[in-house]
């Protein structure tokens, strides 16, 4: 019955992420805001904002090492699992050096967790403000500079005021109800069969929480626009990180678990060097990237639970 529970709600905050993609892109369309401005700044937020409830629902009923574990597990899904199986409809063949800039970005946010979780500093109040700050700047950056190569959205529907608004709120209301029925469900499934919540976190939750993603990607696949999934995957990693963990210490101080630190953070940074040499060396995500990256990730998901 969990599991069904599981899908019900996987369900619910996967529609209600895409109402408000929809919404947002809709609203931005008409006041006129860049298509580049959409895809790093709307997009990219908007992807994330299943890790943000399901991570601040965590948060509150007391289970860190869910959240935390949701956000690693995310951003690996993204890299390897949702961008492998994006370029296997339409490979990338000419990567240019803004899109390298942003995932050198990527990399230097996973060796900083590795740092915080060598040394057990704790994400606490401050520290989510710097967070919060540096994503601001980031973006701010990003956008300036045009650093994002993001392809043109003419063919995405443009709604009227009323019924942009409408899917922006009826996809919150979906999000957090389906974020609340997910995570009691993983965490009952969690306790049943003995698994680690944080492992449960890096693997089912994160890949329900990073479905989002695989819209957009296969979306943007579909329609040759791969450039723009390139750009919403790696902006969501930056998003997930600063943004979410950021607002998560206003709930609470917590620190990186034990079982997140010795295995799933390394295993980030492993694969966040992967596709930057792919990217850096090869300039391009071609099928190979996109057969390696898929048998990795499976690879990852088994000896999870071996």
Known sequence: ????????????????????????????????????????????????????????????????????????????????????????????LAINNNQINQIGINLIIALTLILFAYFSFEFNYYVGISFLLLLVLIMFYQIKAGSLGISDLNDLKEYSLFFSSLFILVGLIFLMIGSQIFISSAVKIAENIGVPKSVIGVSLVAFGTSLPELIVGVYSAMRKKVEFALGNILGSNIYNVLGILGISTFLESFKIPDIVANYDLFFMTFVTIFIFLFMFLLKKLNRLYGIISLSIYLTYIISMYL
């Open 1 to 92: 019955m969990e599991y069904f529970f599981l899908l019900i709600g996987l369900i619910l905050f996967s529609f209600g992420a895409e109402g408000i993609i929809r919404g947002s892109v809709s609203l931005a369309k008409k006041f006129r805001v860049s298509l580049f401005a959409i895809g790093i700044v709307v997009i990219s937020a908007g992807t994330s904002l299943p890790e943000l409830a399901n991570c601040l629902i965590a948060i509150e009923n007391g289970y860190t090492d869910l959240a935390v574990g949701t956000i690693v597990g995310s951003n690996i899904a993204n890299i390897i699992l949702i961008m492998g199986m994006t370029v296997l409809f339409c490979p990338i």
